[in-house]
């Protein structure tokens, strides 16, 4: 059962080989002070950073650089981008990179102008933008995260050893994003397979929430049959378009709310993964497929006509003769083989875990109660020794 909601989202998207053709048009929208937001520098190796310099420069625009923001962007780097972008009395950020960058690129938009530390105001206490926000747009050159298309904005405080996101609304959504399946053929075999679970990850957990009929569960188990099928060919051959581009839409259809309509959701996978990567740095996919069949394992009793359902419908188990724990037990040994084929991360040890840390990860783990069973701290510590 839906019940009511408004559903809206802002985001203007240009799909394809020649959608960067489309940021001048784009570009006459803001003022001249562009902040120009990137990672660690592959979009200098690629000449995607030439191409957009170029544009920005043949629109009148005055750049000013944003660059080295890391991946699990930090609080530091946060504050540091707030200045630049306030000396700077930037008019629009542009952000060219992959999740972190975006997500960066927003935590920025919302920062710059807030009067107080954004960390407290909006990782903390989570409250709502009340300040000046400064339009974002995205050209995205990794696949995984839906940031281009949604408000998540997740931020690492190092000291304190928390991962945290805020979704924001719809003002904080990126105003357009450039999806150019192409731009994301150079991403490291490592990065590119952890985005791919991280888009199983997105689905799993709105999809694994509820007992009622409800038409998200048919959109995501079609999105989960399209990402299973592209991914096993672009883990073969990372240049097939057909496959990258497949992924690449159906990284923003997980996570851009759409699929969340009507459906309560779980996010605990998410909430344990981020707990690591803020002790391990880790990659964020890496630290969700380390942790999910443990969790799922764990939680299946307590959803078990919907695991049954997932199995038959995402992993073609046969179900005659079969118990519905036996049906359900099938369907994750099936996801399992597909997460060992595409090379994925099944513990949380090769991350860099050492046992003396597994209980600040469970501390550091919120715990939400959206899904089929809310966790105990307690809980939480057995999933992770079990993901060891
Ligand atoms: O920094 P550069 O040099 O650009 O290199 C990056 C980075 O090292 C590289 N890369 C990206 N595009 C490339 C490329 N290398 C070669 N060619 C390209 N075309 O890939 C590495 C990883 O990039 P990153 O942006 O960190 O990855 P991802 O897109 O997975 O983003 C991860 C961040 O997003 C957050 C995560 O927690 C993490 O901080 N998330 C954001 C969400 C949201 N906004 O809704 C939801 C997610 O669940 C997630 O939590
Ligand atoms: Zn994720």
């Known amino acids: 059962m839906l019940g009511n909601f408004m559903y809206s989202n802002p985001t203007k998207l240009y799909f394809g080989e020649d959608s960067l053709n489309f940021l001048k048009d784009e570009l006459k929208n803001y003022g001249s002070n562009v902040l120009l937001v990137y990672g660690g520098g592959s979009i200098k190796k690629t000449g995607l950073y030439d191409k957009v310099v170029q544009i920005l420069k043949d629109n009148g625009k005055e750049i000013f650089e944003d660059g080295g923001v890391m991946p699990n962007p930090t609080v530091e780097k946060l504050y540091e981008g707030c200045q630049r972008a306030k000396e700077n009395q930037v008019d629009f950020i542009l952000a060219v990179g992959g999740g972190s960058v975006c997500d960066y690129a927003k935590a920025v938009s919302v920062s710059t102008y807030c009067e107080e530390d954004p960390w407290d105001k909006y990782y903390l206490r989570m409250e709502d933008v009340d300040n000046k926000i400064i339009p974002v747009g995205c050209i995205l050159t990794m696949v995984g995260t839906g940031s281009e298309m949604n408000g998540g904005s997740v931020i690492t405080n190092t000291k304190s050893k928390l991962k945290i996101g805020h979704v924001f609304g719809e003002n904080v959504f990126p105003k357009f994003s450039i999806l150019n399946p192409v731009f994301t053929y150079t991403v490291p075999q490592y990065q590119m397979v952890a985005g791919f679970f991280d888009i199983m990850s997105h689905i799993l957990e709105q999809y694994f929430s509820g007992e009622d009929d409800n038409t998200s569960d048919y959109i995501m188990e079609g999105l989960l049959k399209s990402l299973i099928h592209s991914s096993k060919i672009a883990v073969k051959n990372p ?38 990567g803020a ?27 919907k695991f049954k359902r997932y199995a038959i419908n995402v992993w073609d188990v046969n179900p005659q003769g079969k118990t519905d724990e036996e049906v359900a037990l099938e369907g994750l040994n ?42 105990t701290e307690e809980e939480i510590v057995d999933i992770l020794k079990k993901s060891f």
């Open 239 to 276: 240049t097939d378009y057909e496959a990258r581009s497949n992924i690449m839409w159906t990284a923003t259809w997980a996570l851009n709310t759409l699929v969340a309509q009507g459906k309560s959701t779980d996010w605990m996978v998410h909430m344990i993964g981020q707990s690591i």
């Open 334 to 375: 099936k996801m399992e083989e597909y997460m060992k084929e595409l090379g994925l991360v099944m513990n949380i040890k090769e991350l860099g875990v050492t046992e003396d840390m597994i209980s600040g990860i469970a501390k550091g783990s919120f715990i939400l109660d959206g899904g089929y069973k809310v966790l």
């Open 279 to 305: 002790y391990t740095n880790a990659t964020h996919g890496m630290t969700l497929s380390a942790v999910s069949l443990p969790y799922y394992r764990y939680i299946m009793p307590y959803g078990l006509q």
